[in-house]
């Protein structure tokens, strides 16, 4: 064969070869990530809990993520109050600001934007942690001193996040329909009492529960999402930065479709 | 329970391949009880690979490892614990956690997997560190607070302090000067010396090789090309051996660059 098909063929990868090569590399991944996080879940259920490392891990996953939890809360909320305004206000709706910014931070927005942001915070920080152990044979130490890395550092993480999720979601809640309360009373002239007496006449239990399942569910993503690029990271700071640029992009989607599907799920049994 | 003469760890005709890439070729090496086994090879020869397969933390594509006697090759379960149990590893970067205190490095395996109460676990971390020369004062700091010298006798100090009958040194004096090295090599042999253990290095650094071994086997491409009693290794006969321990550039190994 000469030189230039060779070249000609390695500039026009053949299609039907790519999207094969392609589809059997997304199974395959998909395969993997879902061995992990069954692997995880045995970890985490099994009763030998490290309850130092799962306190530790609360802490850092759960306490240090409250700022920024709290600051994106209070600006989706404020923001979330000023477009109903804006939008109920062509048809004059603009009385349901407290309803629909109670009901879309609870059910949707606080667990959503909370998921988001954690995917980048904590997702991508367990993976970079989790590299760096990995690339500094840190992980084959654990299994040289009879510490499965399961137990020892994947679990924690997961329940960590698993048990602060719903917590930081439900300050999120507090915090986004303060946000709006904000807005609504400083800039939109209503009044207070009336504001925060619709909001906690409208909201129901479920509103408010659908949320905090969503986050249970976002958590346990999160941190798997974390586990997993972190553990199979390759070496050197590439290695490091790409499994936690992963981590974060995977942890995001995934987030993104789990809430799509558990809305669904929730409309369709009538929660 | 198999004689106690028999070899402590037993490698029979091992392969480990990556895809279409034979890292290892038909490994036969056998590891007598208190011998002191270094193994030469040059970087991408296959020493790593080896050593992980011996620990466990990879498995061969074929061939058996057996250590005391006691096939070990898949089992991830209660037969290979009780080996690890057995066994201490020095890891090349030392590998000791970050977010654990010296002593708790240390006594990592008492405190998790022997359950000890933290204050003896804390009393048998420093009495070991006293092991390599190491004041109780640096029980209480982190490892990124030492330097690389200070780190490696405590990844030393964490390797012995379960007294164990194998010991495997990975590079134990990459990274340090030639005096630290000197002095890291003289704790090995001192502590291995005391404990009786046996031990298997992987190293590239000759004045390593020369302090600790009984024996030299020399790995490369794969394969062990020869095997012999340390005093040999400079009258080898070999011409890959040769060239290795003379470092030339000139022979039948091409430089890795």
């Not at chain 1, 206000?89 to 954690?118: D, H, K, S, W, Y």
């Amino acid at each position: 064969m000469s030189h230039a098909s060779t070249s000609k063929r390695r500039g026009f990868p053949n299609p039907i070869a790519w999207i094969g090569r392609s589809t059997i590399g997304l199974l395959s991944e998909v395969g993997k990530l879902t061995n992990f996080a069954v692997r995880i879940m045995a970890a985490a259920f099994s009763p030998s809990w490290n309850f130092a490392q799962i306190w530790k891990q609360v802490i850092a996953i759960g306490f240090y993520s409250l700022p920024v939890v709290g600051l994106s809360a209070v600006f989706i909320g404020a923001a979330l109050a000023l477009n109903v305004y804006t939008g109920g206000n062509r048809f004059g709706a603009e009385q349901f600001v407290p309803n629909i910014v109670a009901l879309g931070i609870t059910r949707e927005l606080g667990a959503t934007i909370t998921g988001l942001m954690l995917a980048g915070r904590v997702s991508a920080g367990i993976a970079a942690e989790i590299g760096a152990m990995k690339v500094t044979e840190q992980i084959d130490a654990l299994k040289t001193l009879s510490a499965n890395p399961f137990r020892y550092l994947y679990a924690p993480r997961f329940l960590a996040a698993c048990l602060t999720l719903p917590i930081l979601v439900f300050v999120s809640d507090i915090i986004g329909i303060m946000g709006g309360w904000l807005v609504s009373v400083f800039g939109l002239d209503f009044d207070s009492t009336t504001y925060l007496r619709n909001t906690v006449d409208f909201l129901t239990m479920e509103d408010i529960v659908v949320g905090l399942i969503k986050a249970v569910v976002f958590g346990a993503v999160i941190a798997t999402m974390g586990c997993y690029q972190g553990s199979k990271s390759k070496a050197g700071a590439t290695g490091v930065g790409r499994a936690a640029t992963l981590s974060m992009v995977g942890a995001a989607v995934l987030v993104l479709a789990a809430n799509y599907m558990m809305s669904t799920l929730f409309v369709n049994i009538g929660i | 329970m198999t004689e106690t003469t028999s070899p402590i760890l037993q490698l029979k005709n091992v392969e480990k391949h990556f895809g279409s890439n034979r890292v290892l070729r038909d490994v036969n090496l056998d590891v007598e009880r208190g011998s002191s086994l270094v193994i030469l090879g040059g970087s991408g020869s296959g020493k790593s690979v080896m050593l992980k397969c011996a620990l466990g933390l990879m498995t061969p594509t074929a061939g058996q490892i057996l250590f005391d006697g006691v096939d070990v090759t898949h089992d991830q379960g209660k037969t290979r614990e009780a080996m690890r149990a057995r066994i201490g590893m020095l890891f090349q970067s030392g590998a000791l956690f970050d977010s654990l205190t010296v002593w708790q490095n240390v006594a990592f395996r008492l405190l998790n997997a022997q359950k000890m109460n933290r204050s003896r676990a804390k009393e048998r971390a420093i009495e070991t560190l006293k092991k390599v020369r190491l004041g109780a004062s640096v029980a209480d700091l982190y490892p990124a607070e030492l330097s690389g010298g200070m780190q490696k006798r405590v990844a030393l100090a964490r390797a012995i302090i379960t007294e164990p009958d194998l010991i495997f040194f990975d590079e134990p004096t990459t990274g340090l000067d030639p005096i630290t090295a000197d002095a890291i090599n003289d704790l090995i042999l001192e502590q291995v010396n005391a404990l009786g253990a046996a031990t298997v290095t992987i190293t590239h650094d000759m004045a390593s090789a020369r302090k600790v071994a009984n024996e030299i086997a020399m790995l490369f491409e794969g394969e062990i090309i020869w095997r012999g009693p340390a005093s040999q290794i400079y009258d080898s006969g070999n011409d890959y051996v040769d060239q290795f321990v003379h470092g030339r550039a000139d022979g039948p190994i091409q430089p890795a660059i």
